[in-house]
């Protein structure tokens, strides 16, 4: 059974820090393109970042470039979102996607919400 399980989120202050995890299972991590998705309220789906694992190839939001990091832990089959200068727009439900062989997004974790507030 595959499975995407996020944690980490929170309330932090505009300025603030966090860092989402993704721990995954069911799937070969090593082998799969990994990305965050977001989610603000009232808002559509919109993409945060990607990375490719035949390439370690890592891409982001122009928004987010400066501030956000992606990064994997094979060993561990986890994926890491480093976010930092978070600001009230960065309030959303963050998903962890998975796309097994680098392909098509197949798997998604049930979210976790980060609020960025004073």
């Known amino acids: 059974e595959v499975q995407l399980v996020e944690s980490g989120g929170g309330l932090v202050r505009p300025g603030g820090s966090l860092r989402l995890s993704c721990a995954a299972s069911g799937f070969t991590f090593s082998s799969s393109a990994m990305s965050w998705v977001r989610q603000a309220p009232g808002k559509g789906l919109e993409w945060v970042s990607t990375?490719?694992?035949?390439?370690?190839?890592?891409y982001y939001a122009y928004s987010m470039k400066s501030r956000f990091t992606i990064s994997p832990d094979s060993a561990k089959n986890t994926l890491y979102l480093q976010m930092n200068s978070l600001g009230p727009e960065d309030t959303a439900v963050y998903y962890c996607?998975?796309?097994?062989?680098?392909?098509?997004?197949?798997?998604w974790g049930e979210g976790t919400q980060v609020t960025v507030s004073a």
């Open positions: 990375i490719y694992s035949h390439s370690s190839n890592t």
């Open positions: 996607v998975a796309a097994p062989d680098d392909g098509v997004p197949a798997y």
